[in-house]
């Protein structure tokens, strides 16, 4: 189903181990759940479950991969050749233990004959954590429209993949919503920006300097060059367009804000940083979407409100990174629209630009109150759209001016 267009996807209930067993049975390959013709003819350590000693030696009980957990078996010290998961292993004990001694140093101690089954179990969890991580770090590089990696981190709890949740690089329209209208053609440019180029024929400045960083300020929209524009893909006006230029990394917030996303890459200010999609549904649609998610506490709404509010973005199950970037009170993210393939200003495509020098490692933020160039305060929640008019959710971002609240 997921290669069709415009299909629902729905999740597999089977567990991973019950997949690798029929495919073993049928003698089937499928290599996203670790079957293959190598681990259907060989043994390969997946992961390392328990430890004990007897008469002096060290077994490990061995996951195998591609092998359901029925299948696992002791194996001596001498016979693992996994250096990688052999540290992995140890790390996620001690790491246990410290958890349990509240942080405290700890000393590993090497005449322990066998692990408490809450240590075996944590270890156990937080193995198949990893390789969870690890699939669906894989799944959003396959699917990412952009040459910048995506990573997934995870040093904090057992949390795993979002099981809802389903990469999309661009809009995607409810029923009756068209995202791609009113383009017939472009500009004749040979070297923009000319006198009749994007902008300046919608009666606005080109968007970008000639280092192409932003040079407009907030609330200003921005027309880039389109599909039937004569300028190649070079065109110092679409910037936009061709995806966020910088690795990121989805990464496990420790004070409570569950995914966060932080940049591996320095970013200069004014830079294009990722575009903010989702599933695009009317403000009756969001306005019922939102009682939900104020109920779980989460926050996923973005009214297209530039002309009109008759729109809203839903990134809470389509979306790309952008679904994962926290709030801010004080952030590092501006919003600006923009128009491209569509010129319909009920509809523009949402950019997310710097504010300032963003160092790598530093978490992306922008303000879910941001419309525009207008910061809506706590104070003008007269002025918020309906699906903006619910119940007000505690801010956790800590900046020095924060308001206390998302919305």
Same mark, same amino acid.
């Given at each position: 189903m997921e290669g069709w267009r415009g299909a629902w996807y729905v999740p597999c209930l089977a567990s991973l181990e019950t997949l690798q067993e029929l495919c073993r049975k049928e003698n089937l390959r499928c290599k996203s759940i670790g079957i293959t013709n190598r681990?259907?003819?060989?043994?390969?350590?997946?992961?390392?479950?328990?430890?004990?000693?007897?008469?002096?030696?060290?077994?490990?009980?061995?996951?195998?991969?591609?092998?359901?957990?029925?299948?696992?078996?002791?194996?001596?010290?001498?016979?693992?050749?996994?250096?990688?998961?052999?540290?992995?292993?140890?790390?996620?004990?001690?790491?246990?233990l410290s958890r349990v001694r509240e942080g405290k140093a700890l000393k590993v101690r090497n005449h322990v004959k066998t692990l408490k089954p809450a240590i075996a179990d944590y270890i156990v969890k937080k193995a198949k954590q990893r390789i969870?991580?690890?699939?669906?770090?894989?799944?959003?590089?396959?699917?990412?429209?952009?040459?910048?990696m995506i990573l997934v981190e995870n040093t904090v709890d057992l949390e795993g993949?979002?099981?809802?949740?389903?990469?999309?690089?661009?809009?995607?329209?409810?029923?009756?919503?068209?995202v791609l209208n009113g383009i017939t053609t472009g500009c004749e440019c040979a070297d923009c920006p000319a006198e009749k180029c994007c902008p300046k024929e919608a009666g606005f400045i080109l968007a970008y300097n000639k280092r192409k960083k932003l040079k407009i300020q907030p609330g200003l929209p921005i027309y880039e060059c389109n599909s039937y524009c004569r300028c190649g893909p070079d065109c110092p006006n679409r910037i936009v367009q061709k995806g966020t230029p910088y690795s990121l990394c989805i990464?496990?917030?420790?004070?409570?804000?569950?995914?966060?996303?932080?940049? =591996?890459?320095? *970013?200069?200010?004014?830079?294009?940083?990722?575009?903010?999609? @989702? +599933?695009?549904? /009317?403000?009756?649609?969001?306005?019922?979407?939102?009682?939900?998610?104020?109920?779980?506490g989460n926050t996923y709404l973005f009214d297209l409100d530039y002309d009109s509010d008759e729109f809203t973005v839903d990134a809470a199950r389509?979306?790309?990174?952008?679904?994962?970037?926290?709030?801010?009170?004080?952030?590092?993210?501006?919003?600006?629209?923009?128009?491209?393939?569509?010129?319909?200003?009920? =509809?523009?495509? *949402?950019?997310l630009f710097s504010t300032r020098t963003i160092k790598? @490692? +530093?978490?992306? /933020?922008?303000?879910?109150?941001?419309?525009?160039?207008?910061?809506?305060?706590?104070?003008?929640?007269?002025?918020?759209?309906?699906?903006?008019?619910?119940?007000?959710?505690?801010?956790?971002?800590?900046?020095?001016?924060?308001?206390?609240?998302?919305?």
């Amino acid at each position: 189903m997921e290669g069709w267009r415009g299909a629902w996807y729905v999740p597999c209930l089977a567990s991973l181990e019950t997949l690798q067993e029929l495919c073993r049975k049928e003698n089937l390959r499928c290599k996203s759940i670790g079957i293959t013709n190598r681990s259907l003819k060989s043994y390969e350590v997946e992961y390392l479950c328990d430890y004990k000693v007897e008469e002096g030696k060290a077994y490990y009980l061995v996951k195998w991969k591609g092998w359901p957990e029925s299948s696992n078996t002791w194996e001596p010290r001498k016979h693992l050749n996994c250096p990688l998961l052999l540290q992995n292993f140890l790390r996620d004990k001690n790491e246990y233990l410290s958890r349990v001694r509240e942080g405290k140093a700890l000393k590993v101690r090497n005449h322990v004959k066998t692990l408490k089954p809450a240590i075996a179990d944590y270890i156990v969890k937080k193995a198949k954590q990893r390789i969870a991580l690890q699939r669906w770090k894989e799944e959003l590089n396959r699917k990412k429209n952009h040459k910048a990696m995506i990573l997934v981190e995870n040093t904090v709890d057992l949390e795993g993949p979002p099981l809802d949740f389903y990469y999309i690089n661009e809009y995607k329209p409810a029923p009756g919503i068209n995202v791609l209208n009113g383009i017939t053609t472009g500009c004749e440019c040979a070297d923009c920006p000319a006198e009749k180029c994007c902008p300046k024929e919608a009666g606005f400045i080109l968007a970008y300097n000639k280092r192409k960083k932003l040079k407009i300020q907030p609330g200003l929209p921005i027309y880039e060059c389109n599909s039937y524009c004569r300028c190649g893909p070079d065109c110092p006006n679409r910037i936009v367009q061709k995806g966020t230029p910088y690795s990121l990394c989805i990464f496990r917030t420790n004070n409570g804000r569950g995914w966060g996303v932080k940049t =591996l890459q320095k *970013i200069k200010t004014n830079s294009f940083v990722m575009e903010y999609v @989702g +599933e695009v549904i /009317t403000s009756e649609e969001a306005e019922r979407r939102g009682q939900v998610y104020d109920n779980q506490g989460n926050t996923y709404l973005f009214d297209l409100d530039y002309d009109s509010d008759e729109f809203t973005v839903d990134a809470a199950r389509y979306g790309n990174v952008s679904h994962f970037v926290n709030h801010s009170c004080d952030p590092n993210l501006q919003v600006f629209n923009v128009f491209i393939d569509n010129l319909d200003l009920r =509809l523009p495509r *949402i950019a997310l630009f710097s504010t300032r020098t963003i160092k790598a @490692g +530093e978490e992306l /933020t922008f303000d879910y109150q941001m419309k525009g160039s207008i910061d809506l305060t706590s104070d003008s929640a007269e002025g918020l759209s309906p699906s903006k008019k619910r119940i007000r959710t505690v801010c956790k971002c800590g900046a020095v001016c924060c308001r206390g609240y998302l919305n």
